[in-house]
């Protein structure tokens, strides 16, 4: 595709359910962000894969937020047990090389834990 | 709590006139700068971006400035458009950190 693509656009879970959210990024693209992104606020930095090692996971709020990306394209999060405070817009972001200058952002995952 | 964030600070233009959207950093060891544009149901999307070793840098419509010493970078936006009505966020990151810093954002409406 020409941009980066989330899927899907809006989830709702119920509180405690397990939630997937795909990212596919543009073709070739080395680097894979995900952000969490809270109404009001700017997108907070989750994790970062180059290809299909995850470098740095330090952004993931508790062990109940997993991330794999294990072929080097599409990324998939996943929340477990979700709770009402995981509520938020979900980013992923790709760029071409290593390193973030000018990642290219997709539309996110709405996601709403009622 | 979720009622502080929703409020935004907003600057509020006419179109044709000039914008400038102020940000400050607070880690001195940043030195790359990105400015970011998201409209309603959009992400972020790539304005201009700058590093530490330059001072200003343009590009269509738009002007980065940085000022090191006290730690503010701003954007610049000649003859707004209501094209140009979204969120912007500044962006820090340093060599070595792959992650980006958000700032809280500025909410720009342009009045026709």
């Given at each position: 595709?020409?941009?980066?693509?989330?899927?899907?656009?809006?989830?709702?879970?119920?509180?405690?359910?397990?939630v997937a959210l795909r990212c596919d990024p543009i073709s070739g693209h080395v680097s894979l962000f995900w952000y969490q992104q809270a109404l009001g606020q700017g997108p907070e930095f989750l994790t970062y894969f180059?290809?299909?090692?995850?470098?740095?996971?330090?952004?993931?709020?508790?062990?109940?937020?997993f991330a794999e990306?294990?072929?080097?394209?599409?990324?998939?999060?996943?929340?477990?047990?979700?709770?009402?405070?995981?509520?938020?817009?979900?980013?992923?972001?790709?760029?071409?090389?290593?390193?973030?200058?000018?990642?290219?952002?997709?539309?996110?995952?709405?996601l709403t834990v009622v | 709590g979720e009622s502080v964030g929703l409020h935004l600070p907003t600057l509020s233009v006419q179109e044709g006139d000039n914008s400038i959207i102020n940000c400050a950093y607070s880690n001195s060891a940043s030195d790359y700068f990105i400015w970011y544009k998201q409209e309603s149901g959009k992400g972020p999307q790539f304005i201009i971006d700058i590093r530490s070793n330059m001072d200003k840098r343009q590009g269509q419509r738009v002007t980065v400035l940085l000022n090191k010493t006290v730690k503010?970078?701003?954007?610049?936006?000649?003859?707004?458009?209501?094209?140009?009505?979204?969120?912007?966020?500044?962006?820090?990151?340093?060599?070595?950190?792959?992650?980006l810093t958000f700032g809280s954002g500025t909410r720009l409406q342009v009045q026709p």
């Amino acid at each position: 595709g020409a941009g980066v693509s989330q899927s899907p656009r809006y989830k709702v879970a119920k509180r405690g359910q397990d939630v997937a959210l795909r990212c596919d990024p543009i073709s070739g693209h080395v680097s894979l962000f995900w952000y969490q992104q809270a109404l009001g606020q700017g997108p907070e930095f989750l994790t970062y894969f180059q290809n299909e090692a995850q470098l740095d996971k330090s952004g993931l709020p508790s062990d109940r937020f997993f991330a794999e990306r294990p072929e080097g394209s599409v990324s998939t999060l996943k929340i477990q047990r979700t709770q009402q405070e995981d509520s938020a817009v979900y980013l992923c972001a790709s760029s071409l090389e290593a390193g973030t200058t000018e990642a290219f952002f997709g539309q996110g995952t709405r996601l709403t834990v009622v | 709590g979720e009622s502080v964030g929703l409020h935004l600070p907003t600057l509020s233009v006419q179109e044709g006139d000039n914008s400038i959207i102020n940000c400050a950093y607070s880690n001195s060891a940043s030195d790359y700068f990105i400015w970011y544009k998201q409209e309603s149901g959009k992400g972020p999307q790539f304005i201009i971006d700058i590093r530490s070793n330059m001072d200003k840098r343009q590009g269509q419509r738009v002007t980065v400035l940085l000022n090191k010493t006290v730690k503010h970078l701003s954007l610049q936006i000649a003859a707004t458009q209501p094209g140009d009505s979204a969120v912007y966020f500044c962006a820090e990151t340093y060599t070595g950190r792959r992650a980006l810093t958000f700032g809280s954002g500025t909410r720009l409406q342009v009045q026709p």
